[in-house]
């Protein structure tokens, strides 16, 4: 099977795409929303020479009981480790091992939505549209060179200067400045505030040393173009690893016995190195972790129960299926133009004639549980915002009997072919799609047209190659569509992922470039409420905002989420490292692979 990644489009910060893995061949990362279409769903190429090592002399074998080995992340050989380039290498990827060299101001915990103390120590809004961020004072560079404000006034100022991951941002700030060398100040813009995207970006931007950087903008004359060619196979951070090998098989990065953070954390990381093996497959990626040669997996396995039927001494997150914390809702989207399917109560038929456990047990390996439509995850992050009883009489379940009776309601009859017509219209042909290969999609697709048999309402599937459905969706050139709003762990959740399904504003119509709400849906409620949200801080204000919202969703169904998926699939092998964080130990461990956000702090209780 291969598996495929769902694109988060939108304007506000994306988490990698690196880490949605997938059966196959994972795709490369993804930085921000950019005008051009995502890159392919394909395996990174391997580089047509081999590439150097970071340190001379034979740093090929580290002793296994000090090396914590991963995989999942890198899928070709490496070809730089520049931040700037839009796609570098592991570890310095952007949004899935954001702590190892490069670290942010604070680590997002995927558990509770809350952010943690790193380079930062606190953050306060002063007043309504400035954010204070207290540094840590212990902070120091890799190349032993204390960590100040110059350096993040520095790291945003980048990403208002040149066209990078971190520039959107910008389209909710006016200025970002030091106030003494351990404190900023991050000053919305007056006239696109967003506290939730401001919030975001402490806990994804990695922050850069300005006196590394300055010296590169300078050599290269400030020229975006030729800074994305700067290799940086030695790059300076603060984070509590270096390089310390590469090849086109595997990365190492050494443990810096001088980081800083022994004071933050009370000791050392345990493992002294980190290698990430790049395999070319899944298969051979599975096979390598269960005899133990990988410690964490990251990586969709199928079935991942019989591993440890088999023997192997091998853990998810949950004991129990669905075994991983939900992270994301792969969705289908509806084009809100096409006649029959501008109907809601034709919308609902179709969402009440989907069998979700289906999709979960065939597509998911059962990975997914049991759907409770809704724009919000079932998590404890998630799901707090929302009054879950009010919403109840508005959710929708597997019913195919209460589907057939809702369109013989709205008079939709059965013509001699079995396909129902409802005012004069037919309810199908209706194409449904997502991308050639994606097979869980595709898997998934295949049982929403079988469904919708039984109803009465015709829908064919269609697997384009990638870059034919990244226009069919932005262009609005669809019937129903498959795709990913907004997923992943983040301060804007879940008001990132209904800005993407419902806000029209800004939408262009069918024809040009959308990068939200790719059916055209309207509602101008649903538009205010959007608009509000990220600037109320009270919280029974905002449970309310978010309630009344979900119920406008759940009303008007613009989408249906056909499964819950993981953001990173946190599986792990203790044949050689024990203590990985699990449900129910009691410590607030978040399974984000060990290296990403507060995950890391996997790595300072981990054993042999």
Same mark, same amino acid.
């Given at each position: ?7 988060? =489009?939108?304007f ?6 690196s880490?949605?893995?997938?059966c196959? /061949? ?14 392919s ?16 002399? %034979?740093?090929?074998?580290t002793p296994?009981n000090?090396?914590?080995?991963i ?8 070809t730089?480790?520049n931040l ?7 570890p ?7 702590? #190892?060299? &490069?670290?942010?101001?604070?680590m ?20 309504? *549209?400035t #954010? ?5 004072k212990?902070a ?10 110059? %350096?993040?006034?520095?790291t945003y100022?980048?990403?208002?200067? &040149?066209?990078?991951n ?11 400045? +030091?106030?003494?060398?351990n ?5 919305? /813009? ?5 506290k939730?995207? $401001?919030?975001?970006s ?11 950087w ?7 004359? !400030?020229? =975006? ?5 700067e290799?940086?196979? !030695?790059? $300076?951070g603060?984070?509590?690893y270096k390089?310390?090998?590469? !090849?086109?098989?595997k ?9 800083w ?15 990430h ?17 990988v410690?964490?997996s ?7 129960? !019989?591993m440890w039927? %088999?023997?192997a001494?091998?853990?998810?997150y949950?004991?129990?299926a ?13 084009n809100?133009?096409?006649?029959? =399917? ?5 919308r ?8 979700y456990?289906?999709i979960?047990? =065939? ?6 549980a049991?759907?409770?439509? /809704?724009?919000t995850?079932n ?6 915002y929302?009054?879950?009883n009010?919403?109840k ?9 209460a +589907? ?9 009859k059965?013509?001699?072919? @079995? ?17 050639? @290969? ?7 697709l295949?049982i929403?047209a079988q469904?919708?048999k039984?109803? @009465?309402?015709?829908i ?12 069919d969706?932005?262009t @609005? ?11 992943g ?5 879940p ?23 790719w059916?055209?849906?309207?509602n101008e409620?649903a538009?205010?409420?959007i608009d509000?949200?990220?600037?109320? /801080? ?9 309630t009344d919202?979900t119920?406008i ?12 998926r ?6 792990v092998?203790? *044949?050689?490292w024990?203590?990985?964080?699990v449900?129910g ?9 060990a ?6 702090k996997?790595?300072?209780?981990i054993?042999?």
């Open positions: 099977m291969k598996l495929r990644k769902a694109f988060n =489009l939108t506000t910060f994306a988490l990698a795409a880490i949605f893995a997938a196959e /061949s994972p795709p490369p990362t993804t930085g921000q929303t950019k005008t051009e279409p995502p890159p769903d394909k395996a990174q190429p391997a580089a047509t020479k081999p590439a150097e090592t970071a340190q001379t002399g %034979d740093a090929k074998a296994r000090e090396t914590l080995y995989n999942g992340l890198q899928w070709g050989a490496p730089n480790f700037i380039s839009g796609n570098p290498a592991f310095i990827n952007y949004g899935n091992s954001r702590e #190892l060299i &490069y670290e942010t101001l604070f997002i915990n995927q558990l509770d939505g809350k952010l943690e103390p790193l380079l930062g120590t606190k953050y306060s809004w002063t007043d309504d *549209s #954010l204070r961020v207290e540094l840590n212990d120091k560079w890799s190349d032993g060179k204390p960590f100040t404000s110059d %350096d993040v006034v520095y100022q980048l990403g208002k200067k &040149y066209a990078i971190w520039s959107s941002t910008w389209t909710y700030l006016e200025d970002v400045t +030091a106030d003494g060398p404190a900023v100040n991050i000053k919305l /813009s007056k006239a696109n505030p967003n939730l995207t $401001v919030l975001d402490i806990e994804l931007i990695p922050m850069l040393p300005k006196h590394i300055e010296a590169i903008e300078k050599k290269n004359n !400030n020229d =975006l173009a030729s800074i994305r060619k290799m940086n196979d !030695n790059p $300076v603060t984070g509590p390089m310390y090998f590469y !090849n086109d098989q990365i190492t990065v050494v443990r810096d016995d001088n980081y953070g022994k004071a933050l954390f009370g000791k050392l990381p345990a493992p002294k190195y980190i290698t093996v790049i395999y070319k497959d899944n298969a051979a990626g599975d096979l390598a972790f269960k005899s133990g040669q410690d964490v990251q990586q969709f396995t199928p079935q991942v129960w !019989n039927k %088999d023997g001494p091998v853990k998810t949950l004991k129990d669905p075994y991983y914390v939900p992270g994301s809702m792969p969705s289908i989207f509806f809100m133009s096409k006649k029959g =399917l501008d109907n809601p109560d034709v609902r038929a179709i969402a009440m004639s989907i069998d456990k289906k979960s047990d =065939l597509a998911m390996s059962g990975y997914s049991a759907m409770q439509p /809704s724009i995850l998590t404890d992050a998630e799901a707090k929302v009054d879950q009010s919403i009489s508005l959710q929708w379940t597997t019913d195919v009997a +589907a057939n009776a809702l369109l013989d309601k709205i008079g939709a059965k013509g001699a072919d @079995g396909i129902r017509v409802l005012d004069g219209t037919r309810l199908g042909p209706w194409e449904v799609e997502c991308p050639y @290969g994606w097979s869980d999609w595709n898997a998934s295949e929403v469904n919708a039984a109803i @009465g309402i015709e064919r599937t269609k697997f384009p190659e990638a870059p034919v459905w990244t226009n969706l932005q @609005g050139k669809f019937d129903i569509i498959m795709n990913t709003p907004a997923g762990v983040s301060p804007s959740q008001w990132n992922r209904a800005r993407t399904i419902m806000y029209s504003k800004g939408v262009p119509a069918a024809g040009e470039m959308a990068f939200w709400n059916g055209r849906y309207k409620q538009d205010a409420l509000k949200i990220p600037n109320v /801080s009270d919280e029974g204000q905002l449970k309310s905002m978010y919202l119920k969703w759940l009303k008007d169904i613009p989408s249906i989420p056909l499964m819950y993981p953001w990173v699939f946190y599986t092998n203790e *044949s050689v024990k203590g990985f964080p449900q130990d009691g410590k607030n461990i978040p399974p984000q692979i290296i990403d956000g507060a995950g890391v996997a790595l300072y209780q054993h042999n």
